[in-house]
């Protein structure tokens, strides 16, 4: 089928999204900046007060904590803590953010991390890899701050053909799975992004990845193909009611075999070798 043929319906879409976006855009962050530090404290309260979207955030944690190095030598670093919960689910979590914030211990740049040489047991993040604009040189900081077998845990956005429609048409973020290179243009910390960063590194340039950090891939799993969509998310208001999500995630369950051809994020793992 010709790209002509496909404009019409593209344009639709993506006309479909931005009135979606401004009809359903949460009353807290319809007006703020996306790069103003009070977004991630708004942002905090959005989380709270949205019960299905609060049970992803619980469900993200979860599998974090789980999949953390056994023993118990290291601290444990959060990246980009403004917004979420994890230390309720991580002891002794160390938070940080790139700006100051409520509830964050240590205000830093991922790309330049103040942590000593081979200390951390592990660094966590979720939807956050994605906004680092120069990420190879997190990606180096993070090798050399974990200590021998510590892992990097992060739940993030990833490319399907299901996700690639959705986050092209009906989301706010840059999604460019044909980026030449990892780095892209930022003018803040927040709205810099790309959100097909993460599937890039891990697995269309899997090589270069594995050849230029001394990071092993253990884990990529594609999952969420719906939930985190009807949730709103933390820009939109709730489109479901928190007792009902239960039976998304059984729905969901149904389509396992199905999470790689329409999964919007994945939870991936990394150890230092």
Known sequence: MSENTWYPAGRVAILLGAFLRTVLAHPLTAEIDLDDPQTSAIRKRIIASKPFLKAIYDEWYTMLAANLPADQHGPVLEIGSGAGHCSQFVPDLITSEIFLCPGVQIVLDARQLPIASGSLRAIVMTDVLHHVPEVEHFLSEAARCLRKGGRILMVEPWVTSWSKF????????????DARDWSFASEGPLSGAN????????VRDRKEFE?????????????LPFRYLVSGGVSMRS??????????????DLLKSWWPNLG???FVSLRRR
């Open 195 to 202: 959100g097909a960063i993460p599937w890039i590194l891990f």
């Open 211 to 223: 050849l230029r950090f001394e990071l092993a891939i253990e884990q990529v799993r594609p999952f």
């Open 166 to 177: 959705v986050y092209t048409h009906f989301h706010h973020e840059p999604f460019d799975p």
């Open 264 to 266: 919007m994020f994945a």
């Open 239 to 252: 489109l479901m009611p928190g007792f009902v999500h239960r039976a998304w995630a059984g729905f969901e």
